[in-house]
């Protein structure tokens, strides 16, 4: 996986898609790649996890401006199929 990917996880039993951000390596911050503009309450994630994660962007609201952060485990996470 890699910046640009989509890709499809679930949370807490819901299925979310989004975009991939960054790829983290254990025990690194998450937090310096999302924008400095997010509002906390759009961060869903620990920010340092002793675990290989990706960083992905899932789009909200109506018009799908609006981006909650994700940094799920990367096994847990699967590229969308283009088809």
Do not use: W
Not at 23 to 51: C, G, H, M, W
Request: some cysteine; charged content about 30%.
């Amino acid at each position: 996986m890699s910046a640009g990917d989509k890709v499809t996880f679930k949370v807490e039993g819901k299925k979310l898609s989004g975009m991939v951000i960054a790829e983290i390596r254990p025990l690194r911050s998450a937090k310096v790649y999302v924008p400095s503009t997010t509002k906390r309450n759009q961060i869903k994630f620990k920010d340092v996890v002793a675990a290989d994660r990706v960083l992905v962007a899932v789009p909200v609201g109506r018009d799908g401006k609006t981006m909650h952060y994700y940094c799920p485990h990367k096994s847990l996470v699967y590229l969308e199929n283009e088809n």
